[in-house]
């Protein structure tokens, strides 16, 4: 499983955007309604990350978002903050073709509303992805995820 040491702050929502587009990194829909909508830290601060799995966490068999949600933070994994997936994409630029989900506080938004950001390489290309789902989302056991841990 990989773990991940980041930075994040210091840098206004133009900065950021102009930091994404530099690198190439391309952004659906819902990632810019996300990317408008979220408030971002003026100072720099660091943040631990882990990758997380429905299967690392003890599930033989898929599970619901928020059984592997609960059952996260039940074994001391902590939400990140909304602009962690911004910055992760800005400081991990490895060609995996995996998805790489990041776990925020997504209680109480409308499932037509995008729930959070997912990053991918795909088809020669990074991305930082918007998503939706329902509360009922099936995940398999390998799908990754990131959560942020005390240091």
Request: charged share 20%; with cysteine.
């Amino acid at each position: 499983m990989r773990s991940w040491q980041i930075t994040c702050g210091g840098l206004s929502k133009q900065q950021l955007l102009l930091q994404l587009a530099s690198r190439k990194i391309a952004m659906n829909a819902y990632a810019t309604w996300l990317f408008l909508e979220i408030d971002f830290v003026s100072e720099e601060q660091q943040l631990y990350l882990q990758q997380v799995t429905p299967r690392s966490l003890g599930f033989t068999a898929p599970t619901t978002y928020l059984e592997f949600k609960a059952a996260a933070l039940a074994q001391g994994f902590l939400l990140c903050p909304w602009y962690t997936a911004i910055y992760l994409r800005l400081q991990w630029m490895e060609p995996l073709e995996l998805r790489f989900t990041v776990v925020c506080a997504d209680e109480g938004r409308d499932v037509q509303s995008p729930r959070g950001f997912y990053l991918q390489y795909y088809s020669d290309q990074y991305w930082l992805r918007g998503y939706r789902s329902s509360e009922d989302w099936l995940l398999a056991l390998d799908e990754a995820f990131v959560f942020r841990h005390a240091p």
